[in-house]
């Protein structure tokens, strides 16, 4: 019965062990019932004892299979008894390439080096309990009194000499984890997967300068990623996704022309999840193509039922990640969503930010593709990249959207050269839209230097669709 109560807390190998002393236990008890005058229960309950050393007390269950050191079944059975005593301080070490390393130089000097790493560490802070987590990752633990600052900073300067074992000389590098705080982390469980993926990506390091690296990665950071991306994936799956309107106004009157369609998801409780925590992770993990398209999905739908010209709306912009762009399907999806909800393409302006047009040639083709179909391009962020009017003739913009931090600083007395770029770019055919505007005396300063269209919280937050659409809905 407590077996199969606490089954999901012990491994395999221990669940079978428990399985197996019980039935030997059991066979003794049978064998006692059925031959009562023979003394065989002793020998069943010594086979017994001997299960259980072998599941839960044999030494070499804890050491790595190369004899280097504990492993991660050593550090999952401490770890465990330091949550339930709330002592726990580790610290993980990774070494940089280390699978390059094995190819370049090959893996026995590489696995040789390692026990020097090893061996140096427990001789140099015998005060800690250090694990060998193979592929190059250790983890050191010790209890609330141990300095390990100075263990970090005596390492990293033992990393910037070469590693000498038996005649060869290795240079490695090295990048540090560190458990600064454990919210969440409720499992021995928990903390090593998070540890192992923390390490996996400290590890994976394309600088080519020797020894320790300089920066740390915080467990708590890595673990939040991993919450982060089973929470998008759980809306993704659900279609969750929301869409908030932020309105874009006419310049002299103030009137609303169009909106920004921006993502949004929730948590477990219902609370809004910044953009600036699931767009970088929606990004890293490739789930950004299906979060842009629910959210032109989303548009879509609203745009096919509601009378958008009855509340001033000529269009709506979408956020184009570059990362979408470089998939080659991209204007199929985006054809099939638009005749899906019998949507033509006219009533959506595609945002690319400028820092995605500094490699234009590899969204080239799946942008004129778009243009073709009949999308319309807006250049976000202008302000924040490298581009120039020459540039900027090679693209199809038909509007650029000023960076906030751009208009800020004019407003503030700095950029002084903004005029004369809002100028350049009228010049040549393209609308301006100017973002971050709060009070009436930004708003005005950029209507004086030439905005088209104005865009910030002076006129609006960006609103749920239900709430957009009972302001700017008239009659």
Partial sequence: ???????????????????????????????????????????????????????????????????????????????????????????????????????????????????????????????????????????????????????????????????????????????????????????????????????????????????????TLSIGEVYEQVMMTHMLERVLKNHEVEVFLQPIVQGASRELVGAEALARIRDEHGSLVPPSLFIPIAEHTGLIDELGAQVLSNVCAFISAHDLHSMGLKWININLSPLQCVQHDMAERFARILEQHGVTPDMIHLEITEQSIIDYSLVENQILQLQEMGFKFSLDDYGTGYSNLVRLSDYPFANIKLDMSLVRSYCNGKGRLLPVTVSGLKSVGYTITAEGIETEEMAENLIDIGADYLQGYLFSRPLPIDEFVRTYTTG
């Fill in 1 to 215: 019965m407590l077996l199969l109560r606490r089954r999901q807390g012990l491994l395999r190998h221990e669940r079978n062990g428990v399985l197996a002393y019980n039935a030997a236990l059991l066979a003794g008890n049978t064998m006692r019932l059925l031959l009562p005058r023979v003394l065989v229960m002793d020998t069943f309950c010594t086979i017994a004892i001997t299960i259980i050393f072998f599941v839960y007390m044999n030494p070499h269950l804890f050491i790595d299979q190369r004899r280097i050191g504990y492993n991660k079944r050593g550090l999952r059975l401490l770890l465990s008894e330091a949550l339930e005593k709330d002592d726990l301080h580790v610290m993980g070490m990774a070494i940089k390439n280390y699978q390059q390393e094995r190819v370049v130089v090959g893996g026995t000097r590489v696995d040789r080096t390692i026990e020097s790493i090893y061996a140096w560490i427990t001789q140099s802070f015998s005060h800690i309990v250090l694990f060998y987590l193979g592929s190059g990752r250790f983890a050191m633990t010790g209890g609330g009194n141990i300095d390990w600052e100075d263990i970090h900073q005596r390492i990293r300067e033992r990393f910037e000499k070469p590693w000498q074992t038996e005649g060869s000389t290795l240079h490695l590098g090295v990048r540090f984890v560190n458990i600064n705080e454990t919210s969440g982390l409720d499992s021995a469980n928990s903390i090593i997967n998070t540890l192992l993926l923390a390490l996996e990506r400290a590890g994976q390091d394309s600088s080519t300068t020797f020894g320790a690296c300089q920066d």
